[in-house]
């Protein structure tokens, strides 16, 4: 069964600095997909952004980027310019391709404060 | 558009009881799933339905919970005999056709049982 680590239960960060989560998984498949998400006290689980395995190149969302290193089985999330309204819950997520088996694997989380 | 919704919003119930959660996907998505998610951990899956069969429900922890989604849109997440360990909140994700779409979630019910 695939796992998703996190590491880092917590975070912290200085507004409008950067800040990097961490996220490593195990698998043996060569082709899925990685997501964040992120989780505000509502609850609402919110993504942040995917990654295709199959794609070399880092996918960036705005002032989000992750730093995917198929090798080394990880992904990591770098938040920059944090702002207030980052702070959260942040889950990694792993999905296998194979059909009729598309849920999500997910982390233990890391909670980050931005502090003003 | 409208997002994800479910309902109730909190459940509390006394052990043994029988609840029922709802859950609305967002117009036009195929697939839903269920997750449940224990104080300070990530969610873990229940079900996912693609249309109205459930495809995967390798996830229920036992026969206590059934999950159903009788016309391919609103699903019930059904526990009986409800215990104190099933004390979590109830995520309900939905996604549209393809692989490379991510779930979108609900809010979530938080379910406590006394």
């Known amino acids: 069964a695939q796992t998703v680590t996190q590491s880092q239960p917590e975070m912290s960060v200085q507004e409008a600095e950067t800040v990097t989560l961490s996220c490593t998984y195990d698998t043996s498949e060569s082709d899925y997909y990685l997501f964040w998400y992120k989780q505000p006290p509502s609850r609402q689980m919110i993504l942040v952004i995917r990654?295709?395995?199959?794609?070399?190149q880092n996918a960036t969302e705005n002032r989000f980027s992750v730093n995917f290193q198929k090798a080394a089985k990880s992904f990591s999330l770098k938040i920059s310019d944090s702002q207030l309204g980052d702070a959260a819950m942040y889950f990694c997520a792993y999905r296998t391709p194979q059909t009729g088996a598309n849920n999500l694997f997910f982390g233990t989380g890391t909670r980050l404060t931005v502090i003003p | 558009g409208a997002g994800v919704s479910q309902t109730p919003s909190n459940k509390v119930t006394e052990k043994g009881k029988y609840v029922e959660l709802r859950c609305d996907p967002i117009?036009?998505?195929?697939?839903l799933y269920w997750y449940r998610q224990s104080l300070g951990q990530g969610p873990e899956f229940l079900i996912y339905?693609?249309?109205?069969?459930?495809?995967?429900d390798s996830g229920l922890p036992n026969d206590r919970f059934f999950a159903v989604r009788p016309e391919g849109s609103v699903s019930t997440l059904k526990i009986q005999r409800t215990e104190r360990g099933d004390s979590a909140v109830y995520l309900c994700?939905?996604?549209?056709?393809?692989?490379?779409?991510?779930?979108?979630f609900g809010p979530g019910t938080r379910l406590t049982v006394l």
């Open positions: 990654q295709e395995a199959y794609k070399q």
């Open positions: 339905f693609q249309g109205t069969g459930a495809a995967d």
């Open positions: 117009s036009g998505h195929t697939a």
């Open positions: 994700a939905s996604s549209p056709p393809g692989l490379q779409s991510g779930q979108f």
